[in-house]
């Protein structure tokens, strides 16, 4: 979560009058001390201006706006990353992590910068579809990669015997880890995350306060990092489950985010105030930009879903052809100590007397 607590104070303000920047500013803070309340009467000063241009390629991917707190958050992991393989790949030159799993991992940075630093993050209070955009981008993006890179796994491998025996294994297997891993639970946390924050006063507030809106994002992240952690099945967990389970739990998830993509498709009326009070920014009405926030929930979700789901089956076709190789080569082993067997016993009776033999 840690990826996600930024203050979203990087956009452009409505007004170019500098004592009415300082007074917004000030307020800002004040309303984040006191519980971080939005302004109800001005919600857009609240959590960033409206951009004057509307959003197009360039801009939402080119746009970005370094904030300081993430930016050096997600450089800091990264060099993190790089310094963990590098010193595990020095003690053990035989077995190196694998360069795909560090890929994956920088790419899921990459995947989190895009949805916090870019052109994205400057319209997500703006236009609903903008925002759906960026959950993708945590849930079905992000997390995903980051759960191929095993970091567990690499964090077992960095550390010393005596702090793996005394905190990573006990925390490991821990009644709340055991709770939270299990597939069933990690499961329904994640739907249930999606459920009640579109279906909610959290999404709406999540749009005035910058903070609740971090809030959001962290139960986003962390929500689908549970998810998608047994379905990956790289890392070590409390519990495991074979490649056909892994492969309905997946496929369970992607029916649920279709049906959500379907409800907020078929809403009569704009769910969520703050983009109602915007007026239709760029000529968009906020009915329509929602159904096309349902739209690429539906379409992109479904579309990564069944992306990981020929991934799972592909990994259980090598799986299974791992296991008959293996399986032949240890019959072929059986079978060369039967022959030697054999040998050994037809030499002793060689050797025995004749009557012996008799």
């Known amino acids: 979560m840690e990826l996600t607590r930024h203050v979203r104070a990087t956009m452009p303000p409505m ?16 309303l984040a001390v006191v519980g971080g309340l939005a302004l109800a009467a001005t919600p857009v000063k609240a959590h960033g201006s409206v951009p004057p241009e509307p959003p197009d390629a360039g801009s939402l991917l080119l746009g970005w706006t370094f904030s300081p707190l993430v930016t050096l958050a997600i ?22 992590v694998p360069r795909r799993r560090t890929a994956a991992f920088l790419l899921g940075l990459l995947a989190l910068a895009f949805a916090l630093l870019s052109g994205i993050e400057r319209y997500d209070t703006t236009l609903f579809s903008v925002h759906m955009i960026q959950h993708v981008l945590l849930v079905l993006v992000a997390a995903p990669l980051i759960a191929l890179s095993a970091p567990i796994t690499l964090l077992l491998r960095l550390s010393s015997r005596a702090t793996r025996r005394r905190w990573l294994l006990p925390i490991l297997h821990s009644r709340v880890v055991r709770v939270l891993a299990f597939p069933v639970i990690a499961w329904i946390l994640f739907a249930g995350v999606m459920w009640a924050s579109h279906f909610s006063g959290l999404f709406d507030l999540a749009l005035e306060d910058p903070l609740v809106h971090d ?3 962290g139960l986003f992240l962390g929500s689908a990092l549970l998810f998608w952690w047994p379905a990956v099945g790289l890392d070590p967990s409390p519990w495991r489950i074979g490649h056909p389970a892994r492969i309905g ?12 993509a379907v409800v907020l498709l ?8 703050h983009y109602a009070s915007l007026g239709g920014p760029y ?11 349902a739209g690429v ?11 990981a789901i020929m991934l799972l089956v592909a990994s259980w076709m090598r799986a299974d052809t791992r296991d008959l190789v293996r399986v032949d080569r240890q019959a072929d082993l059986d ?22 033999r008799r």
């Open 249 to 260: 739990f997946v496929f369970l998830q992607m029916t649920q985010n279709t049906f959500l």
């Open 335 to 356: 079978l060369a100590q039967i022959r030697i067997r054999e040998r050994r016993l037809a030499d002793r009776l060689a050797d025995e007397p004749g009557d012996a």
């Open 75 to 96: 450089a800091a992991v990264a060099a993190w990353w790089l310094w963990a393989v590098a010193r595990i790949n020095a003690r053990h030159p035989a077995n190196p």
């Open 297 to 307: 929930m539906w379409i992109a979700g479904d579309a990564i879903f069944l992306g």
């Open 266 to 273: 078929n809403a009569p009326t704009v769910l969520y105030p």
């Open 215 to 217: 809030l959001e994002h």
């Open 283 to 293: 000529g968009v009405d906020a009915l329509a930009d929602q159904r096309l926030a």
């Open 15 to 30: 007004v170019s009058n500098s004592a009415t920047r300082c007074r917004v500013s000030r307020f800002a803070a004040v």
